[in-house]
T-cell receptor, first 119, second 115 residues
Framework: EAGVAQSPRYKIIEKRQSVAFWCNPI?????LYWYQQILGQGPKLLIQ????????DSQLPKDRFSAERLKGVDSTLKIQPAKLEDSAVYLC?????????????????FGPGTRLTVL | AQKITQTQPGMFVQEKEAVTLDCTYD???????LFWYKQPSSGEMIFLIY??????QNATEGRYSLNFQKARKSANLVISASQLGDSAMYFC????????????FGTGTRLQVFP
């Protein structure tokens, strides 16, 4: 079974530029998550999709970050314009979930991440 | 507010020895799940083991076991027979049953296994 795919693996941009990350979850996984992991910290949830609907985007800086999951499969996370403090690893994860939504036992499987450096 | 605490920023262990990585949590939700992930230098978060708050027995997965002490709100990861490939960051995470199901992560423990 193929895992969660992400691209690119690395990206270096200058502040005020735009950047986009792509994620393809495990086949059949209804729930998709984007996490931000700043160096020395644990991952922090940015946004969660259930199929193609947003479940939680309370920690997404909406003035500069946006995300979409068209057709309920792959997803794109965009930053526009980037700031220095956006330098981090952006992790995508997916979980199987039931018809009623994620269950407490659902394991989240992570992709390899995209390491973003903003200069 | 839910919170995960990992008090060991770094741990050293000799190959073939056992090591315990500490994790304490704080929640008022009676139903919750606890997870451990491994993050090697490549960056990917690898799921290791899960413990539910109502599980009667401590979870085990191969060389990994979880020492779950509900009254103390601790969920320590035990790695037996350490291998050089176990060197990585280890994160404890929790999910509550109410609200959204996001994982809340601790700050992690860096484990280094030496020969």
């Amino acid at each position: 079974e193929a895992g969660v795919a992400q691209s690119p693996r690395y990206k270096i941009i200058e502040k005020r530029q735009s950047v986009a990350f792509w994620c393809n979850p495990i086949s059949g996984h209804a729930t998709l998550y984007w996490y931000q992991q700043i160096l020395g910290q644990g991952p922090k949830l940015l946004i969660q999709f259930q199929n193609n609907g947003v479940v939680d985007d309370s920690q997404l800086p909406k003035d500069r970050f946006s995300a979409e999951r068209l057709k309920g499969v792959d997803s794109t996370l965009k930053i526009q314009p980037a700031k220095l403090e956006d330098s981090a690893v952006y992790l995508c994860a997916s979980s199987l979930s039931g018809l009623a939504g994620p269950r407490i036992t659902d394991t989240q499987y992570f992709g390899p991440g995209t390491r973003l450096t903003v200069l | 507010a839910q919170k995960i605490t990992q008090t060991q920023p770094g741990m050293f262990v000799q190959e073939k020895e056992a090591v315990t990585l500490d994790c304490t949590y704080d929640t008022s939700d009676p139903s919750y799940g606890l997870f451990w992930y491994k993050q090697p230098s490549s960056g990917e978060m690898i799921f290791l083991i899960y413990q539910g708050s109502y599980d009667q027995q401590n979870a085990t997965e191969g060389r990994y076991s979880l020492n779950f002490q509900k009254a103390r709100k601790s969920a320590n990861l035990v790695i037996s027979a350490s291998q050089l490939g176990d060197s990585a960051m280890y994160f404890c995470a929790m999910r509550e049953s109410r609200g959204t199901d996001k994982l809340i992560f601790g700050t992690g423990t860096r484990l280094q296994v030496f020969p």
